[in-house]
């Protein structure tokens, strides 16, 4: 069974149709990449399956269970967690202070309380502490714990990015624009990087990305949207060589 299925998706803002008919399927386990040039819908895609937008027609499925109508919050308790184009840390606060309100946002607790300090009880406090550790310690950012988090450099921000997403216990990762503004050594750690969490998380992947040198390496299967509509669908191989695909990205600058 998929894990996430996207069943003739249509979404409508006015008279601008930004998806048209989407069907998408990805199978756990899998790395599943969405390309397109800009404007082709893919970020309107996420949001329809993170319940930010209602589609104007269709339905999203995770793991079998029809999502569409849910709130992104009940959504992310259901287990899909996505990260933005632009980063979204809590920029003033540690790594480890970035986790800690994830998880605790995640039981359900609130803002305030966690602020102010008031009704944690010590036992609690110190279970949180230690799963964000052991969470920092799997993706190999402990050693920063105590960093503030807009002093890191641009690619282990992304890092916490992701680690903040992967503490809400998700099992599919949305992974909107991943290496948007890397530089290509941190281009290929990030590679490495999502190949890590997959296995070591037994996550599935969903990610949006325009560096192509990355999806061709990454991905075990790649969807292309052109004006809202799927043009192509299939390995690096097939998407590469495909017509329809060549066109679309004729006269488009790559952003890598
Ligand atoms: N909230 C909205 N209201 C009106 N139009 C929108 C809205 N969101 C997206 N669109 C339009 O839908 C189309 C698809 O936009 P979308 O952002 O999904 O594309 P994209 O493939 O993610 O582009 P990029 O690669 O530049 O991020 C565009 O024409 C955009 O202007």
Not at 80 to 103: E, M, P
Not at 119 to 124: I, L
Not at 161 to 175: G, Q, S, V
Not at 228 to 248: F, H, M, S
């Amino acid at each position: 069974m998929s894990v996430l299925k996207a069943d003739n998706i249509v979404m409508q803002f006015g008279g601008v149709t930004a998806v048209n008919d989407l069907n998408i399927e990805v199978e756990k386990g899998k790395i599943v990449a969405l390309i397109g040039p800009n404007g082709a819908g893919k970020t309107t895609a996420f949001n329809v399956i993170t319940g930010v937008y209602q589609p104007t027609k269709g339905s999203v499925y995770f793991n079998g269970e029809k999502i569409t109508g849910l709130s992104p919050d009940k959504i992310t308790n259901k287990g899909i967690a996505r990260t933005f184009q632009n980063i979204r840390l809590f920029k003033n606060l540690t790594v480890l202070d970035n986790i800690l309100i994830a998880n605790h946002l995640h039981v359900k607790s609130n803002f305030l309380s966690y602020t102010t300090r008031m009704p944690w009880s010590r036992k609690e406090e110190k279970s949180m502490r230690s799963k964000s550790e052991m969470l920092l310690e799997k993706l190999g950012l402990l050693s920063l714990k105590n960093e503030i988090a807009h002093s890191l450099p641009y690619g282990e921000q992304r890092k916490l990015e992701i680690a903040r997403a992967l503490a809400t216990d998700a099992k599919l990762l949305l992974l909107d624009e991943p290496a948007a503004g890397m530089n290509p050594s941190e281009t290929m750690q990030l590679s490495g990087f999502i190949h890590t969490i997959r296995d070591e998380f037994e996550l599935t992947i969903f990610m949006i990305e325009h560096h192509m040198d990355l999806v061709m390496e990454i991905s075990d299967k790649i969807y292309v949207l052109d004006f809202g509509q799927l043009i192509a669908q299939g390995t690096a191989d097939e998407v590469k060589n495909n017509k329809r695909v060549i066109e679309a990205y004729l006269g488009v600058e790559e952003d890598a």
